[in-house]
């Protein structure tokens, strides 16, 4: 058994559209995601000390102050006041040092107004979401305060606790929203090497290619050579997808918001469904290899799409009209298994994840021994 490992392993790295498409192609896709993406998500990720002004007039509605210093103490606050001026926070709006000012109580009404520069971005957004908020509380105490006056102690008191729920906090995860590009690059990587796993069952049926008439007549068990193939395959798989994490985690520096140990054991059970899968559409049928290899890539690159390869939103839409595609798509499997951790830090939800992928293989491997078993033939 050995020594068909040994033969397969030179076989696939002679193979050089092997090695572009297992190792080389992932790097450069690797590439253009960081260089498209490392500039948005360094400007947007970041939604905490937003530069803003207050301008304060004659007329500042009661809470307005409190509020505000609410927002911008602390170790971590929501905002940072640069200035109370009103031609320095213009003059520092057209330097871009500010994502927005605010003017309070300019006329007898109260009313409070925002300024934001010219592109503005989710984080001048976020200080109208704030003020539109403040607005409506005010409103909803004024009333009460009309209507109800007994109960504006208890009103206020509820604002207050909103205020101060609304702090910073972190953890371990990668909150980078284009981080999910990097999740579904690794799961298309692990179905791409199907192409690899076709080789081991077209290369083991007398009816698909000239080795696999020799392999027939070998002494050796067919199941023992069907497996040795497939573990050469997966050894070079899973070298070659440990070389692109590095090239990712450690050259990149992307954060995957994982272990690398998480990152390499997800990658060793992306491979083996992956060149599962292609051993087994590898065994159906005397098709073409052209076939057979259009096959794999449809699959491989449609679980992909489904995933948010090619639209990063398209996973959420599918959870919300069909989510049974999530439970079984193996792609979307794979880039699960990254988010239960980075994001919800559920190691439950990443088990039963790599559960449902090992049922796949476990279905994939046993389809391709049936289908690749020793037969008789009239004539070939």
């Known amino acids: ?25 992932p790097m450069i896709l690797g590439t253009l995601f960081f260089a498209a993406f490392s500039n948005i998500a360094d400007s947007e990720q970041d939604y905490r000390n937003i530069p803003v002004a207050v301008i304060k007039g004659d007329f500042v509605p009661p809470g307005f102050e409190g509020v505000m210093e609410q927002l911008s103490s602390g170790d971590d606050p929501l905002f940072s006041i640069k200035t109370g001026d009103r031609e320095e926070a213009e003059k520092m709006m057209e330097n871009g040092e500010l994502e927005g000012i605010i003017y309070a109580g300019a006329d007898s009404d109260g009313n409070i107004s925002l300024q934001v520069p010219k592109g503005a971005g989710i984080k001048s957004g976020i200080i109208k979401s704030v003020l539109d908020s403040f607005h409506t509380r005010s409103g909803i105490i004024a009333d009460i305060a009309e209507k109800h006056p007994e109960n504006l102690g208890q009103a206020v008191e509820e604002t207050k606790r909103e205020i101060n729920a609304v702090v910073s906090s972190s953890n371990s995860a990668n909150d980078d929203p284009y981080v999910q590009y990097f999740y579904n690059l690794l799961a298309m990587c692990s179905l ?189």
């Open 1 to 25: 058994m050995l020594h068909c490992i040994k033969y397969e392993l030179i076989a696939l790295l002679r193979n050089k559209v092997v090695i572009f498409w297992l190792l080389g192609f």
């Open 192 to 380: 791409m090497g199907a192409t690899m796993g076709m080789y081991c069952a077209i290369n083991h049926q007398a009816n698909l290619s000239f080795l696999g008439a020799r392999v027939e007549i070998s002494p050796m068990g067919k199941a023992k050579d069907v497996l040795a193939s497939l573990a050469a395959t997966l050894l070079v798989h899973n070298v070659f997808m440990a070389a692109a994490s590095v090239y990712l985690v450690f050259i990149l520096g992307i954060d995957f918001g994982v272990g690398f140990e998480t990152i390499l054991l997800v990658n060793f059970v992306g491979a083996v469904l992956g060149d599962s899968m292609g051993c087994f559409i590898g065994s159906i049928g005397a098709m073409k290899e052209g076939i057979k290899t259009g096959i794999l890539i449809s699959m491989s690159l449609g679980t992909c799409f489904l995933s948010g390869l090619m639209f990063g939103g398209m996973r959420l839409l599918i959870e919300e009209s069909c989510p049974i595609i999530n439970r079984i798509n193996p792609a979307a499997l794979i880039v699960d298994c990254f988010y239960s951790i980075c994001v919800y830090g559920s190691y439950e939800k990443f088990t039963s994840n790599i559960i449902i992928l090992l049922v796949w293989c476990l279905l994939f491997t046993a389809g391709s021994l049936i289908m690749t078993r020793k037969r008789k033939y009239k004539t070939l």
